[in-house]
C-alpha cells in the first residue's frame, strides 16, 4: 500500500519553461512534505519543504504547493534549466507523532529539461 | 561542513555471506535513519536512531538485518547471512531535530 504516490515517472520540459511535478498521497497522518532531487550515484539533497499549515512556500526558482483537501502537492520549476534533470522524489512526514518521524518517499518522477 | 559518508560506496558478496555498511552522520545530528532503494522503486524506511538509542525499527525487513550506533555516532548496519533480495542502494540520513533529513551517497549493495 503505497501512501505517497507520484504517477508520473518521466517529464520532459524545454529549457526556460515551467516544470510541474506532481504528487498525491493517502495518508491523513501526513503534516509534513518535503521534496528532494536525485542524481544518478548519489545521494537524495533536499530541495523545499512545506508543512500543512501553508499552502504555498517559495525559494528561488522552486515552489511547492499543498493541496490538504484533496491530498496533494505539486513543485514547480521555473524557469527550468539543463541542470535541473535528475530523479524527483516527494516524501511526508507525520510529525506529531515525533518531529524526528520517518520519510515515507513516492517512487520518484525522472526529469529531463532539454534544450 | 562535511556531509554524511557511507562506506563502501559499492558492494559485492555471495549469498549467504555477510556484510557491514557503515554511515558517518553529520557532526552533532542526533538523528540517524537508514533506508534502502531497491530495484529502483521508493526509497523505503529502516529505522530511526536518537543517539545511540533506537527509536523506530518498523521498516527492519526481518532479523537479518542489525543495526547499531556506538555512542551515538556512527552507525552500522549488518545484513547476516545475505539473501539475493537484499541487493539495493542503502542510503543513511542524519537531522538535528528531525525537520529535514540529510542523505549520504548510499552503498549499493548486489547480492549474487
Known amino acids: 500500500d503505497q501512501q505517497v504516490k507520484q504517477n508520473s515517472p518521466s517529464l520532459s520540459v524545454q529549457e526556460g519553461r515551467i516544470s510541474i511535478l506532481n504528487c498525491d498521497y493517502t495518508?491523513?497522518?501526513?503534516?509534513?512534505f518535503l521534496w528532494y532531487k536525485k542524481y544518478p550515484a548519489e545521494g537524495p539533497t533536499f530541495l523545499i519543504s512545506i508543512s500543512s499549515i501553508k499552502d504555498k512556500n517559495e525559494d528561488g526558482r522552486f515552489t511547492v504547493f499543498l493541496n490538504k483537501s484533496a491530498k496533494h502537492l505539486s513543485l514547480h520549476i521555473v524557469p527550468s534549466q539543463p541542470g535541473d534533470s535528475a530523479v524527483y522524489f516527494c516524501a511526508a512526514s507525520a510529525r506529531h507523532t515525533g518531529t524526528a518521524s520517518k520519510l515515507t518517499f513516492g517512487t520518484g518522477t525522472r526529469l529531463q529539461v532539454t534544450l | 561542513e562535511a556531509g554524511v559518508t557511507q562506506f563502501p560506496s559499492h558492494s559485492v558478496i555471495e549469498k549467504g555471506q555477510t556484510v557491514t555498511l557503515r554511515c558517518d552522520p553529520i557532526s552533532g545530528h542526533d538523528n540517524l535513519y537508514w533506508y534502502r532503494r531497491v530495484m529502483g522503486k521508493e526509497i523505503k524506511f529502516l529505522l530511526h536512531f536518537v543517539k545511540e538509542s533506537k527509536q523506530d525499527e518498523s521498516g527492519m525487513p526481518n532479523n537479518r538485518f542489525l543495526a547499531e550506533r556506538t555512542g551515538g555516532t556512527y552507525s552500522t548496519l549488518k545484513v547476516q547471512p545475505a539473501e539475493l533480495e537484499d541487493s539495493g542502494v542503502y542510503f543513511c540520513a542524519s537531522s538535528p531535530k528531525g525537520l529535514t533529513q540529510y542523505f549520504g551517497p548510499g552503498t549499493r549493495l548486489l547480492v549474487l
Open positions: 495518508n491523513s497522518m501526513f503534516d509534513y
